[in-house]
């Protein structure tokens, strides 16, 4: 039998009770210092409770949507339909050998380099019908690395996030905040809005 460190600390009610609620959806390291544990502690006792950060399996109906539509909307829209992320949807379009794309026009690449910067890339994505990851692509193949411009975040939307947090998912926050589920867990932990009170 293992022998425990001189610095084990049994895990309280109250950190498994934490830990069920924000796991798979906070970051493990907002979630570690929320409890006082390490991150590796933290991704342990999950394992031990059954957690799982939210991965869910794959259906062939998704596989047979993405074919479906790739090429033909952006990967943003997909993700909607599919109530996935826009990164787990450009993951599987590779796995299941979706790597082709349309190559881009000389109309295309002049729209990016006159706007980007000016517009985000979920906006250009959406007017050129390409993902937010290809337009980051190109570019930064174009060399351009103009900052796009971040909407501020108002009172108002703090105010809902701190009465939201713990009680709706970051991609529901995401949709009623128009913001991505990244920008939802980056404010939510610089703001400490993850710690209950």
């Known amino acids: 039998m293992k022998k425990r460190s001189k610095y084990y600390r049994k895990w309280t009610s109250e950190e498994d009770r934490v830990l069920r609620e924000t796991y798979g959806t ?3 390291k907002v979630i570690a210092e929320r409890i006082g ?3 590796v502690a933290t991704s342990t006792r999950a394992r031990k409770l059954g957690l799982t950060r939210g991965y869910k399996s794959w259906l062939p109906a998704e596989d047979e949507l993405i074919r479906k ?3 033909k909307e952006s990967f943003a ?3 909607k339909h599919l109530g996935r992320t826009e990164p787990a949807i450009v993951g599987r379009a590779y796995k299941i050998g979706l790597r082709t794309r349309s190559s881009w026009t000389t109309k295309d690449v002049q729209y990016v380099k006159r706007w980007y910067g000016k517009k985000t890339a979920v906006e250009l994505s959406h007017l ?3 993902d ?3 337009i980051r692509s190109k570019a ?3 060399g351009l690395t103009k900052p796009v411009p971040k909407r501020p975040w108002t009172e108002a939307d703090l105010s809902f996030l701190r009465e939201h947090i713990f009680t709706t998912s970051h991609r ?3 949709e009623r905040l128009n913001r991505t589920e990244w920008a939802i867990g980056q404010i939510a932990s610089r703001r400490g809005l993850l710690k209950k009170k």
Do not use: E, P
């Open 26 to 28: 906070a970051r493990r």
């Open 140 to 142: 930064k193949r174009l």
């Open 69 to 71: 539509y790739y090429g």
């Open 37 to 39: 544990r390490s991150i």
């Open 172 to 174: 529901v926050l995401a």
């Open 132 to 134: 937010a990851f290809s």
């Open 128 to 130: 050129l019908n390409r």
């Open 77 to 79: 829209a997909i993700a």
